[in-house]
């Protein structure tokens, strides 16, 4: 195996571990034994287990961000589409990616304060930012609010993802209908049965 094989097989495998038991429940000797190496071979690749985690998390946060973007892209000026495409961008993600997703919603190992999970919420959300700052301008609201909102909507479809990944009660569809039928319309003008407006055309 050479020195690339080598350190993807690692950041496979502790992929895999840093889901299943967290950052704390998995030690360097478990990765080492499963991947059939001797811990120094893990120290040289990444210095640590720290160092695999880390690589992990920039590489699922990296494939979110990136899905996340092109969604936002292929919907600019569309407010609902945009807010239809990101709910189902990130279910795609949760769903494609079950253990990248478990590994981001955990608290980061300590002394660390990049890959949280809070951190994840707020790279999101400076994605749609300027987006709805448009939609807020067009609309006479102030758009200096922009990035609570950004925040409130993101966080709004991240935290029912990781219901819906244990659960599964509904389809996939269904449960983005549910929050854009939230996060669009308001507690106040809810719809009795959301249906996803854009997707509903391009079919």
Request: glycine share 10%; proline share 4%.
């Amino acid at each position: 195996m050479t020195g690339p094989q080598r350190r993807q097989q690692l950041i496979s495998i502790g992929r895999a571990l840093f889901a299943e038991k967290g950052f704390e429940g998995t030690s360097v000797e478990e990765i080492a034994a499963t991947a059939g190496v001797s811990k120094p071979v893990i120290y040289e690749h990444f210095g640590g287990k720290e160092g695999l985690y880390a690589v992990v998390v920039d590489r699922e946060i990296s494939a979110l961000l990136g899905q996340i973007t092109d969604a936002l892209t292929e919907h600019e000026g569309n407010a609902r589409a945009l807010l239809e495409a990101a709910a189902l961008a990130l279910l795609d993600y949760i769903e494609t990616s079950t253990d990248g997703f478990r590994i981001l919603v955990r608290d980061s190992p300590p002394g660390q304060s990049t890959g949280s999970f809070a951190s994840l919420i707020s790279d999101i959300a400076s994605q749609v930012e300027h987006i709805l700052a448009a939609e807020f301008r067009r609309r006479r609201l102030d758009p200096k609010t922009a990035p609570l909102y950004a925040q409130m909507l993101v966080g709004m479809v991240a935290i029912p993802g990781g219901w819906w990944l244990d659960s599964r009660r509904m389809k996939k569809e269904d449960v983005a209908a549910h929050l854009v039928n939230l996060a669009w319309n308001g507690l106040a003008g809810m719809e009795a049965k959301p249906t996803l407006r854009s997707r509903a055309r391009r079919g």
